[in-house]
């Protein structure tokens, strides 16, 4: 892949500080049965990178310490590492909401069939990405028969309760625009998406996030080889909102990588700019124990805009 780290590293991108901390982002490793192009993990089949036991038993210690409300998992596709039930079981155990950003994909899988169980039987949230309710841009983009799985696992996880109404099983979908332009208005897309996929296949979910694609990994290098980085980075730029830093997920989370060291976002990770703390150039989530972040400087770069740019983008979606 083409780099783009030197091209985002000089910004003028704002100051911003933390506020409480609340949640707990964990990239349980990179691997994934699916290779997507606006992937910016650039995660996929070949990729080793898995989080070890001793790491999940500091991720669940820091949980304990902190009170941390929300454990965030991801991936790659986090089903994969062999340690996630067990860390889910654990984290619903001290009484902490589990967010589980599954591809939906995965619940095909060998060895993945009673998936959907699982996480209904321990009450985790599913935020999954269907980066369209229409198929051929689907499968443009993740690749040919995603679509028609993910409509298939969105059935089961309905059938067992997920997005109905009254179950206390939330399912929410994820859009990423197919190309180098700020997703649509999520209000508006969310009525389409439920439209759609009630009418022609009988789903039902709680909530559409729309995020802006990030011009890092696997997307920024698509950017660079096209000749388009500079004109999705001039967009950006062109579409900030002030009102959206107040909001941004960064002051509230941090993001664990594999190997359980820290950044102010998952973004960050793949740009391997860690969080600052300390003078160690990397700080590891034990290091953090005693700490308290509460007020201190947030990492940025270029790539921050976006997150504010139009409507703002987060893991939990549009912020404004």
């Known amino acids: 892949m083409l780099d783009v780290r030197p091209m985002l590293m000089v910004s ?40 070890t036991e001793a790491v999940i038993a500091d991720v669940l210690e820091f949980i304990s310490v902190k009170k941390i409300k929300v454990l965030d998992l991801t991936g790659g596709a986090p089903e994969m590492n ?27 899988e060998d060895g993945q069939e009673d998936l959907g169980d699982f996480l209904a039987k321990q009450g985790v949230e599913i935020v999954a990405s269907l980066p369209c309710y229409a198929e ?51 209000e508006k897309l969310e009525a389409d998406y439920k439209r ?4 022609h296949h009988g789903i039902e979910f709680n909530q559409l996030f729309v995020l802006t694609n990030m011009p890092i990994s696997r997307f920024g290098s698509v950017l660079l080889s096209k000749g388009q980085f ?26 664990v990588d594999w190997q359980g060291y820290v950044y102010d976002c998952d973004f960050n990770q793949m740009l391997d700019i860690p969080l600052i703390a300390s003078d160690k150039p990397k700080v590891h989530l034990r290091d953090l124990m005693t700490e308290n972040l509460e007020g201190s400087s947030i990492a940025t770069a270029d790539h921050c805009y976006g997150c504010t740019a139009g409507q703002g983008s987060s893991c939990g979606g549009a912020l404004d």
């Not at 990239?27 to 650039?42: E, F, P, R």
């Open 82 to 108: 062999p340690f996630f039930r067990s860390l889910v079981t654990e984290a619903r155990g001290m009484g902490v909401t589990v967010m589980d950003r599954c591809n939906l994909t995965i619940m095909h």
């Open 230 to 255: 500079n004109d999705y980075m001039q967009l950006l730029h062109a579409s900030y909102s002030e009102h959206n830093l107040h909001s941004v997920m960064c002051r509230t989370l941090i993001s």
């Open 196 to 199: 759609e996929l009630l009418d």
């Open 12 to 51: 003028n991108f704002p100051a911003v500080t933390r506020g409480t901390l609340e949640t707990l982002q964990v990239n349980l490793g990179y691997k994934c049965n699916l290779s997507c192009t606006h992937c910016h993990v650039a995660a996929g089949p070949t990729r080793t990178e898995m989080m």
């Open 136 to 186: 051929q841009n689907v499968d443009k983009q993740r690749g040919k028969g995603v679509y028609q799985e993910s409509i298939s696992a969105l059935k089961k996880l309905n059938a067992l309760g997920y997005g109905r109404e009254g179950s206390g099983l939330t399912l929410n979908l994820v859009y990423n625009p197919g190309g180098p332009f700020l997703p649509p208005a999520q």
